[in-house]
């Protein structure tokens, strides 16, 4: 039989990311021209082809198109089963597959499965130790602390190189994240500000209106803390204040990412916040998982003095949104220095959800005869000149995957970084209470009421 193309096997794939994120993104892939000749999609439950085609569709609330599911077939396998690795292996090599072509494998997964896997992909023969073909597509987390990331790190590198690793963070997929850099650089006016002389605080904001809901297994382990902060918040706090890249390849950008990171610590005179929202512990009675965390981080880098960096997320609150918001110092207005008038002080917003776009607030003359001063607003909307479908962060991410570039994924040394940011807010907000919040609250600060 001739050889045939690529392959995607994508592990947990009965889950929520697989219905919600992984298999929208390879439809809107497959709108164009997706290069997977197979798609296999690995669970436990006894499904065939279509039965999980029927299955995801319900889940996801979507219809695969037919590209697709001619692509997609289902084998059930459970992540222990030396012998269902085998029979999959024996499918893949009746269908006449090239094992010279390129193999991904998208590890949907809790992350102490992620070894015990490529351990019985190599046994079968599927995934191959240095070949730069086979590719892993690890998801988040990586690791539950800086202690058992290394452990992962260090059972994972004698059954895959670095290079065979695309780690992955979604957010670094989004388009206003990818445009962060290109706002900071190629524009002079904000170049030129970008330090702790000019920017009082950064807020990175991620919060959501939706609970747990069923990843509750998942979720109780890690919190808003190891969920959201230790990996989306960071790499965005990250990219804006990281210095200068010497250059936009992706080392590059990794190694500005990575000495910012190193640099980056809890603010000692603002301990973080952490909370619960209401109903919370009745799922998992006992619970102290935080569903909310606000946390103020320093760095300690001349150019940052004095700026606090605060990063926000939580679950159940009053509306979705994802920003970064600068706050410059205050500027008084001299006019011949008869009076001087107090300005407000400008803000830049880049808009990642649900808007994607830019506001910059500044200051203006009050229209009319008078000389007052006002705040007023620019707005760039920049999803509206976007045509036809926005590309999903899954989709650039499995492109990227596909191609070998490396830019939208996390290195190891970052996500240590990370880590351990991650542990120090962990440790300092358990010396704390949390809060307990009722669901659909605005503001969770104003909430009383430390447990
Ligand atoms: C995931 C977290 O990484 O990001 C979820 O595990 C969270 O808890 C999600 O809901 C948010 O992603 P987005 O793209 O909807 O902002």
């Known amino acids: 039989m001739e050889s045939r193309g690529a392959l995607l096997c994508i592990f947990g794939a009965t889950g929520d990311l697989a219905a919600k ?26 499904l065939d082809g279509p039965g999980y085609h029927a299955f995801i569709e319900a889940k996801g609330n979507f219809r695969l198109n037919q590209r697709l599911k001619k692509a997609i077939d289902y084998h059930r396998l459970a992540f222990d089963d030396a012998a269902a690795y085998h029979s999959l292996a024996d499918r893949i090599g009746a269908e006449g597959f090239d094992p010279a072509a390129k193999r991904l494998f998208f590890l949907a997964v809790k ?11 190599q ?25 058992s990331a290394a452990a992962i790190q260090q059972r994972l590198l004698p059954l895959a190189a670095e290079e065979q690793m ?39 904001i991620s919060i959501e209106t939706s609970g747990v809901e069923e990843r509750l297994d998942y979720y109780d382990r890690a919190g808003a803390v190891n969920d959201m902060v230790q990996s989306h918040l960071l790499q965005m706090a990250a990219l804006v204040a990281m210095d200068t890249p010497q250059t936009l390849e992706p080392e590059s950008i990794r190694r500005a990412k990575i000495d910012v990171l190193k640099q980056m610590r809890l603010d000692s005179l ?7 929202y209401a109903g919370y512990a009745a799922q998992v009675p006992g619970s102290t998982t935080e569903t909310f965390v606000e946390a103020t981080l320093r760095i300690d880098a001349p150019q ?9 997320t939580g679950k159940k609150l009053g509306e979705k949104r994802t920003e970064i918001r600068l706050h410059f110092r205050p500027t008084r207005l001299c006019l011949n220095c008869s009076e001087t008038l107090e300005a407000a002080p400008n803000q830049l917003v880049i ?10 607030r500044f200051n203006s003359k009050t229209p009319g005869y008078g000389y007052g001063v006002e705040p007023v607003t620019a707005d760039y909307c920049h999803s509206c000149r976007m045509i036809g479908n926005k590309p999903e962060a899954y989709v650039k991410l499995l492109k990227n995957a596909w191609s070998g570039d490396k830019t939208l994924f ?18 300092a907000a358990r010396e704390h209470g949390l809060v307990v919040y009722p669901p659909g609250v605005w503001d969770m600060r104003e909430q009383g009421g430390a447990t």
Not at 123 to 147: I, V
Request: aromatic share 10%; charged share 25%.
């Open 21 to 46: 994120k992984i298999l929208p993104a390879l439809q809107q892939w497959s709108n164009d021209n997706i290069p997977f000749e197979r798609i296999w999609c690995l669970g436990r439950r006894p």
């Open 111 to 121: 992350p102490e499965d992620v070894v015990p896997i490529i351990v019985q992909l």
């Open 123 to 147: 046994a079968a023969g599927l995934f191959a130790t240095g070949k730069p073909e086979h590719r892993l597509l690890l998801e988040k987390p990586f690791g539950e602390s800086l202690e």
């Open 166 to 204: 695309y780690r992955i963070d979604h957010y670094l997929g989004k388009e206003m994240i990818r445009n962060i850099l290109t706002i900071r650089f190629a524009n002079r006016i904000f170049t030129e500000s970008w330090h702790g002389g000019a920017i009082e605080t950064v807020e990175v």
């Open 270 to 276: 603002h301990p973080p916040v952490i909370g619960q």
């Open 304 to 312: 940052w003095q004095g700026t606090r960096f605060v990063v926000r």
């Open 351 to 360: 808009e990642v959800f649900p808007q994607e776009g830019v506001q910059l």
């Open 410 to 427: 996390a290195g190891f040394a970052e996500l240590q970084a990370q880590w351990r940011i991650a542990d120090e807010i962990q440790a």
